[in-house]
Structure formats: C-alpha cells, structure tokens
C-alpha cells in the first residue's frame, strides 16, 4: 500500500499543510520544489502533444475519420463549457456569496492587478493568429499547446497522404513518443516532492487562517464542480454506457497530484496513458485530450462565471439579464485557450472582466487571496471533463472497445501508469 503513488501524494499534501501551519516562513520557501516538478512536466507536453497526433492521425484508415473525431469534440467542448457557465452563473445568483459585502471600489488597490492581467483578452482573429506557430516546430520549441496541436495535425495529414514513403518518419516519431512516456513515468516518482512544495507554498504564504473571509464563495464553488462532475457528467457517462463514480476512481493517482499541484497539465501525459488502457483508439485520445486542454476546461467556465458575478455583487454593481448574459458571451471565448497551469484563471479573470466592462477590475484583489485554494477544485473539474470527453468522443467515432472499458473500470485502478504500446485496442475488438 505505501508504494501506491496516490497515497505517498496524499501524505505529503498534509505535510505541506502542516508546515505552512507551523512554520508559514518555511513553508513559503518551498515554492521551488512545487514549480520545478511543473516546469519538468511541462517540457515533455509540447513534444508528447506531438508525437501523439502525428502518430495518431497516421495510423487513421481515412482522413475522413480524423475531420470527424475532431468536429465531433469541438461540438461537445462548446456544449460542455455553454453549461458549465450557465451552471456557475445560476448557482452563483442564488446563493448571492458577495451580497453585504459593499466593497468600496475607490478603496481597491488597482496597481495590484496589474500582476495578475500581464496582457488583455484578444478577439477572435488574434486568438485563431496566435494558434498558428511562426514556423513548424515553433510552438514545440516554446512548449506552446495549441500552436503545437495545429503543427502536429499538419505534419500529420502530410505524412498521411505521403503513404508508404512517411512510414519511416512515423515509426521514428511514435518511438519518440514511447520514450518521453518513459521520460513521464521517472519525473512522476517526484510527484509527491511537488506536491508537497505546492501545498507548503500555498498555505504558508497565504495563510489558513485568511480562508474564512470568502468561505462562502469557496463552498459554492467546490459545490457547483460536484453538481457539474457527478451530475452533468455523470449523466452523460451513464447515457454512454460507464460510471463516472468508477472512472474518478480510476483515475485517483491523478486527481490526487492535480491537487497537490494545483495543475492539470501535471497528468496529461499519464491521463493519455490511461484513457488509451481503457478502451479508447490511440488516434481519438492524441486529438482529444491535447485539444480539450485549452477548449474544454469546464472547471475554469465554472470559476469565471461565479468570481465575474461575486464581484459585481461585492461592490454593488447591478447586473441585470441582459448584463449577465454579455459575461456568458464574453466568457465563451475567454475560457478558451486558458492555460491548465496555477493562476491562469486569475489572469483571464482580470482580462474577462476588463473586455466586459462594468465591473471593477480591481475587484480580482479580493479572491486573490484564495485563488490558490480554489485552483484544486478547477483543475480537477478539468481533468475528469476532459477525460469523460474523450471517452465519449472515441464512442461517437466507433473508436471505443466498451467491454474494456467497463472491465477496466470495475477492476478498479492499476497499480501504476499503463505501458502505451498495449494501452489501445485493436480495431477488430472495437464497440460501438
């Protein structure tokens, strides 16, 4: 038991807590230990990213295939974030957390801000620009994601329709990926060292005692991600033939380093490793996955909608339907593109709320404070959505062996990450 990776992460979280408790100086000190495991996490994403679609996208029958897993996850990441929203903006209305508050907005330290929006919220244009790398491996030398998703499918459709010719290059990239995976399964032994300084950095610098100022807003938050998780994709996980209470249980090693970490990027390559063991076609999980990390994070709508309308409540700003309804609009196309990483959510924010106008920017100090805190409950709702996205994605496209799937699930989660090269199943066992 004590080999189990989940446990080793949970005992360090404590200890982390522990220390920002007893020895806030201490405690603080230990951001490095927390930013250095992301940061080895991050370098091997962007060319992980790659070698998946690439390899992916190869191994497809028909281009037609690809188009189609594609369309159908872009459709379902929009409805996904739509409802997320929707849901963050009711729950949120309802329960009025920032009403009686009466913030006086000339008081707000509007220089503080500043840190937290480095740059402001771009259209639409520059939004689908930036996708596009300045050259082919540009966003995979910056460890860009989306510019990197975009390089890889065209690197993908052209070695494709290269045939025979580009079988060399692909076995040559897939063999790199099976090596960054092992590169994944060594850093993931320092899980529980990040861990540890995450959460000794979090609570040391901010202090436990400052969580009761916002509880409430906090409580509606991590209450809204359960409603979401286990009722929306609950649903939608019941319709199409799983449990999602089985494959959050599943998938536990991860969720429990997503929140030492407060990253979600920190289990991409092993939530990849995993989706592949339980059923779902290499192809489908390496366009899925990569994508829905910047198009469907369904715990960041969540958090948008409900800290946007927080604050206008808090200083007494009115919104009425028409007002709420621009915060969705605007809101679906900031949530986009967010980074899975500590703190992007408060950037966006600050952005959002600054394209919306209306509401005091300055606002964002007051949940500054907690952000930390409510990042957990963000990339984890992230995690699981993007998880549950793939898996039904793959069975919209036939590319899904659902016996394996619910044998997998009620077996209950492996002793430790799945080898990729026996992870997706063969096409001939494939159920729709």
């Not at 739509?82 to 907005?105: E, S, W």
């Not at 202090?207 to 991600?225: E, K, N, Q, S, V």
């Not at 799983?242 to 969720?255: K, Q, T």
């Not at 002793?415 to 997706?424: F, G, R, V």
Request: hydrophobic residues 50%; neutral net charge.
């Amino acid at each position: 038991m004590t080999r189990s990776l989940y446990l080793r992460v949970l005992v360090a979280i404590a200890l982390g807590i522990a220390l920002g408790v007893l020895w806030p100086r201490g405690g603080a000190a230990m951001q490095p230990l927390g930013e250095g495991f992301i940061r080895i996490i991050k370098m091997t994403i962007a060319p992980l990213i790659f070698c998946t679609v690439v390899t992916g996208i190869g191994e497809m029958k028909t281009m037609k295939s690809v188009g189609k897993a594609g369309g159908l996850a872009l459709i379902y990441f929009e409805v996904a974030s739509t409802i997320a929203l929707v849901i963050g903006m009711i729950v949120v209305n309802v329960v009025g957390p920032g009403r009686g508050m009466d913030l006086d907005v000339s008081k707000l330290d509007r220089a503080a801000v500043a840190k937290y929006a480095p740059h402001e919220i771009k259209g639409v244009a520059d939004f689908l620009l930036d996708v596009i790398p300045d050259s082919l491996f540009g966003g995979l030398a910056r460890g860009d994601v989306l510019p990197t998703l975009f390089a890889a499918i065209v690197f993908g459709f052209a070695a494709h329709r290269a045939g025979e010719r580009a079988r060399p290059i692909l076995d040559l990239v897939q063999r790199l990926g099976h090596i960054i995976f092992e590169v994944v399964t060594l850093v993931m032994k320092l899980a529980p060292i990040g861990a540890f300084g995450a959460m000794a950095f979090t609570v040391g610098s901010f202090g436990a005692d400052r969580l009761w100022f916002l509880l409430i807003l906090m409580g509606c938050f991590y209450a809204t991600c359960l409603i979401f998780i286990f009722g929306v994709l609950g649903v939608v996980a019941r319709v199409h033939g799983f449990s999602i209470f089985r494959f959050v249980r599943y998938i536990r090693d991860e969720l429990f380093i997503v929140l030492g970490t407060s990253s979600s990027e920190s289990v991409l390559p092993r939530m990849m490793a995993k989706l592949e063991d339980l059923g779902a076609g290499r192809p489908t999980v390496g366009l899925v996955i990569p994508a829905g990390y910047s198009f469907n994070l369904d715990g960041t709508a969540i958090y948008l909608t409900m800290a946007a309308v927080f604050i206008a409540q808090a200083t007494n700003t009115q919104l009425g339907l028409e007002g709420q309804l621009e915060i969705l609009a605007v809101l679906l196309l900031t949530s986009k593109g967010a980074a899975g990483v500590t703190g992007s959510g408060l950037a966006t924010l600050s952005g959002s709320l600054g394209a919306i106008g209306g509401i005091p920017v300055a606002g964002v100090v007051q949940i500054a404070g907690i952000d930390r805190f409510m990042s957990e409950a963000r990339a984890l709702t992230n995690v699981i959505g993007n998880g549950v996205a793939t898996l039904v994605v793959a069975r919209w496209c036939n590319d899904l062996d659902l016996e394996r799937l619910r044998a997998k699930l009620a077996a209950g989660p492996p002793t430790d990450i799945p080898s990729t090269a026996s992870a997706h199943p063969e096409p001939s066992s494939q159920t729709a």
